[in-house]
């Protein structure tokens, strides 16, 4: 009997390649010219990092964490997310000291036992970026703009983005106040997580997806109208740049976001094309998590996505690069002085930087032919007794069918090839 793959994990085959290749390459790009630098952590955390990080109340950490003890009975989970990882990596090297203004991205695989479904996986990748290090409203509006360029530049429409601020941690504890006065008189009919989400922490209501606790939070009073001063000014702040450079998005005064480390700006962009698991990534700041962490207390924004669904609307959007960019040249070899030559020239080849195969399974003259076609390769050169001893032979431009007679050594024949490109 075969092992099959675990539930909720996906092999990526080399026929999907070409657009994973072509949405990791165009973030990269944009990051790097946002200026933001590549960072790269373990997969395996101490739990108690994102328990910290990410909130005892949310349903990652309550549910969808994979948790485990290793063999001296330490509690370690595969990271469900990239930010606590990214902030606990800048507190452990003391990044701050050298320069606390960090602008780092970060591609990789996340892990969450959730239910799988078109777009949701339980091994799942992210693309992301943490800006840590500024209050400033011109970085979360920065942090946006990269967004929006990374769909713009993959040539994605039918996308919107939703926008809000939960204020900081005292504005929270407000609007706990706030939300609690809402649901009070309507508990009894809201659902049972809903119920403890009332008593631990009633922003989790606001991600409810239960049918019946619709009615109530359609009508729950939203975040933005209950910020302080400062808060109220940030916010008016960063829509005032998102207008000045013409970035989209609406207001969504019920938009809170499933993890608890998040406050002020809090942002999703969501696409048409995805059904039911609609965000195709999302954000916001974070102001208080370098603290929670350990550092000192300093603000910062970010945003991830999910490669995946990225991937969905790409393909949807018919985008990504031809899995198979064909080889420069194909080596049908016959007889064992062919095949010697073949190996010796093949590897000189490669050397000198061109893509070249043989069929490595002795087979007949017409297959290799037919594999040569399959492969794309662009040029075909056939070698048997006579070319080993003459060291000419005939090599084929696949396009035109023109065969033209070539000495056989790698310098003249990385010429010939080069010249045809
Ligand atoms: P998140 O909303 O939990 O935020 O996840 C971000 C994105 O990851 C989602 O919008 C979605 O595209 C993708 N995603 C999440 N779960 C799954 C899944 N099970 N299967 C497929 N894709 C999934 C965060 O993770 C925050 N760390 C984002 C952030 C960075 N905030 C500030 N900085």
Not at 39 to 57: D, K, S, Y
Not at 271 to 300: M, N, T
Request: glycine share 10%; aromatic share 8%.
């Amino acid at each position: 009997m075969s092992v099959g793959r675990v539930r909720g994990t996906h092999d990526i085959l080399p026929e999907e390649i070409g657009r994973w290749r072509l949405i990791e390459r165009t973030f990269r790009g944009i990051a790097c010219r946002y200026n933001y630098r590549e960072i790269r952590f373990p997969v395996l955390e101490h739990t108690e990092l994102f328990t910290r990080g990410i909130g005892e109340a949310t349903e990652v950490v309550q549910k969808e964490m994979y948790t485990f003890n290793d063999r001296k009975g330490r509690s370690l989970t595969l990271r469900p997310e990239g930010t606590a990882s990214v902030v606990r990596a800048y507190v452990e090297h003391g990044l701050q000291t050298v320069e606390p203004f960090q602008k780092l991205y970060y591609l990789g695989p996340m892990f969450r036992y959730e239910k799988p479904q078109k777009g949701r996986q339980r091994q799942f990748h992210q693309y992301g970026v943490e800006a840590i290090g500024s209050l400033d409203p011109t970085l979360d509006v920065e942090v946006i703009d990269l967004a929006w360029a990374l769909m713009a530049e993959l040539g994605l429409g039918g996308l919107w983005l939703r926008l809000n601020s939960i204020g900081c941690a005292q504005d929270r504890a407000r609007y706990h106040d706030v939300l609690r006065e809402h649901f009070a008189g309507a508990l009894d009919s809201m659902c049972d997580d809903c119920r403890r989400r009332f008593e631990e922490n009633p922003l989790r209501i606001l991600d409810c997806k239960q049918e019946q606790c619709q009615p109530q939070i359609a009508s729950a009073p939203g975040s933005a109208d209950h910020l302080c001063d400062a808060c109220a000014e940030h916010f008016a702040e960063v829509r005032r740049l998102l207008d000045a450079l013409g970035l989209s998005y609406e207001l969504d005064p019920r938009l809170v976001r499933g993890l608890d480390y998040y406050t002020r700006t809090v942002f999703e962009l969501l696409s048409k094309d995805l059904g039911a698991q609609d965000s195709l990534l999302g954000g916001g700041r974070y102001d208080d998590l370098v603290e929670a962490l350990g550092g000192p207390s300093i603000p910062a924004v970010g945003f991830a996505g999910g490669t995946e669904r990225l991937a969905l609307v790409a393909e949807e959007h018919g985008r990504g690069d031809p899995a198979d960019h064909g080889i420069d040249l194909f080596l049908a070899t016959i007889g064992d002085d062919g095949l010697d030559l073949g190996m010796r020239l093949a590897k000189e080849l490669r050397s000198h930087g061109l893509s070249v195969d043989l069929d490595h399974r002795g087979r007949a003259l017409r297959k290799q032919m037919e594999r040569a076609n399959r492969l794309s390769a662009a040029h075909l050169l056939v070698l048997g007794d006579d070319e080993a001893t003459s060291g000419r032979g005939k090599i084929k431009r696949m396009e035109t069918g023109v065969e033209t007679e070539v000495e056989i050594s790698s310098a003249a024949l990385t010429t010939y090839i080069r010249d045809a490109e």
